[in-house]
């Protein structure tokens, strides 16, 4: 009777491993996204050297620094995802990715970070602070920042500048791949503005 009482408990445990009721779950990928650069022309740059570029800071909202990304359900509420996340600390990522951008459209290779400290004096500093950059809850990608412009030549700041960025597109629920595309093309705008702000003070 024990025996035959053993065979039926044992064939339960089994069952319920074999039906995942245990605790058992399949296992759902995690995607992982970065912020690249932006392919386009450099803009009209008259100067006989290259210009030489400090980024001093780029600073984000801290809920922002998580690896899992974020998007606003409603205005008070951000919700993040476990299975798309960041391939890196996303303040580097954005640092790196604006070295880059501002290289290409001032034509210099002389931009220093602090990832990537420059020998040269620089021309001009620039500090950025990013506001918001995530999917908000009607389905766009929004990109509020602003930053601060010097000169090596003037210990008082050339201007502060702000953008507020919207994508057009309407972002399909959870196509992440989409929402990245959509946020590196508004932060290529950002750098372009950017980079026009210190060409309007070669002028």
């Known amino acids: 009777m024990r025996s035959l009482q053993y065979k039926i408990i044992i064939s339960l445990i089994l069952t319920c491993l074999m039906n ?18 932006v392919d386009y022309p450099s803009l009209s740059v008259k100067k006989d050297t290259p ?17 899992h990304i974020a998007k606003r359900i409603s205005k008070n509420q951000v919700e993040f995802s476990e299975s798309h996340q960041w391939g890196e600390n996303l303040r580097k990522n954005l640092l790196r990715t604006m070295s880059r951008n501002l290289s290409q459209l001032l034509a210099t ?15 001009y500093r620039v500090q950025i602070h990013i506001e918001q950059f995530e ?24 201007g502060v500048f702000s953008a507020k960025l919207q994508g057009e597109k309407t972002i399909k629920k959870g196509n992440y791949e ?8 508004l932060y290529g705008n950002l750098c372009e503005r950017i980079a026009k702000t210190i060409l309007s003070q070669e002028k």
Not at 51 to 67: A, G, K
Not at 115 to 122: E, F, G, I, Y
């Open 20 to 37: 995942g009721c245990l605790g058992a779950r399949s296992t759902v990928p995690t995607h992982y996204y970065l912020i690249d650069p």
């Open 51 to 67: 210009l030489s570029i400090e980024i001093i800071s780029l600073h984000i909202p801290q809920y922002l620094e998580r690896f």
């Open 109 to 123: 290779l002389d931009i220093g970070t602090p990832l990537n400290r420059s020998a040269s004096l620089p021309d």
């Open 135 to 158: 999917l908000e809850s009607n389905d766009k990608v929004k990109l509020v920042a602003r930053w601060q412009l010097s000169s090596s030549k003037s210990s008082k700041p050339l």
């Open 178 to 185: 989409q929402m990245i595309s959509v946020m590196r093309k």
